[in-house]
């Protein structure tokens, strides 16, 4: 049994390994009650997570593989601190006024927060209930899972749309594209808002077709206010290192001002908000 921890502030690019070893793995977690869950760190002010100023919590646990991923420290409930939702919920209330002066809120990152449904759900109820705006980052391959119940908490949905190619998917995640698109297109005929993300990493997700067939399946929809170009980096990489895992990536460079500008132009030119 997991010992209920504090969970110290800090940031995504703070390794933090082996916290629970008796955590159970992430694809078999029972997260009914949610009265407690798994969390990598918080950060406290983030400009780059949703509108306005946010408190980002990262929770453990992952489904996804991605090669590019900058936080496999994440993965596992095991190298997460064990919290309960009242501490998360205290140590929110602390910035809440801040946060609602500054036109924020709470986003939760990961990791993936679907894995801990029931955990994740609790801490956007008692965001919502401190009049913050909430904002969730996911794959959405664990969509399904998001309830109406679930998305009622939910103001904003930031989806990773990792790639158009259901071959390029699998390749780059180890998982299938299905759900995510499944999501997407929930997402659209609930209007809720979202702003898509698409980590361009030369290579790998930078082919002209497969921006371009993002780009098609996005620009109709109209609740996606945003997509976010985001420029693959190497901050993750010592992560990858240090836990003895096989980094495929080490000899990838960030892409050049041109190429991105390339693929922000491809999604403005079928008709999507970029940047
Ligand atoms: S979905 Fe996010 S946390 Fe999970 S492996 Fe991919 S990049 Fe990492």
């Known amino acids: 049994m997991s010992t209920v921890q504090a969970l110290e502030p800090g940031s995504r690019h703070d390794l933090r390994v082996g916290l629970s070893p008796d955590a159970p793995d992430e694809d078999k977690v029972k997260d009914e009650a949610g009265a407690f869950g798994y969390c990598h760190s918080y950060e406290t002010s983030s400009r780059y997570d949703g509108p306005g100023l946010r408190v980002v919590l990262f929770v453990s646990g992952c489904l996804l593989r991605c090669t590019y991923c900058h936080n496999p420290d994440t993965w596992h409930l095991k190298d997460g601190t064990y919290v309960s939702v009242d501490q998360v919920l205290r140590r929110l209330g602390d910035f809440a006024p801040s946060l609602q002066a500054l036109g924020g809120g709470l986003t939760i990152s990961g990791g993936e927060a679907m894995v801990q449904l029931a955990f994740t759900r609790r801490i956007f109820a008692g965001a919502k209930k401190m009049g913050l705006h909430t904002a969730v980052q996911t794959s959405g391959f664990l969509g399904d899972r998001a309830d109406t119940a679930y998305l009622a908490e939910i103001d904003l949905v930031l989806l990773d749309i990792k790639s158009s190619d259901p071959d390029t998917y699998k ?17 659209a005929s609930l209007g809720k808002p979202v702003w898509v993300r698409f980590t ?8 002209p077709a497969n921006v371009e067939g993002i780009a098609k399946f996005v620009a109709p929809m109209k609740n996606v206010e945003w997509v976010e170009v985001q420029p693959f980096h190497q901050m993750g990489s010592f992560k990858w290192k240090t836990m003895g895992l096989e980094y495929k990536l080490e000899n990838t460079q960030p ?3 041109d190429l991105v500008n390339r693929v922000i132009g491809q999604f403005r030119a079928a008709g999507c908000n970029a940047r």
């Open 171 to 187: 390749r780059v995640t180890e998982r299938d594209i299905a759900p995510t698109l499944r999501f997407a297109e929930r997402l």
């Open 255 to 257: 892409p050049s001002r």
């Open 200 to 207: 361009l990493v030369p290579g790998e997700t930078d082919d």
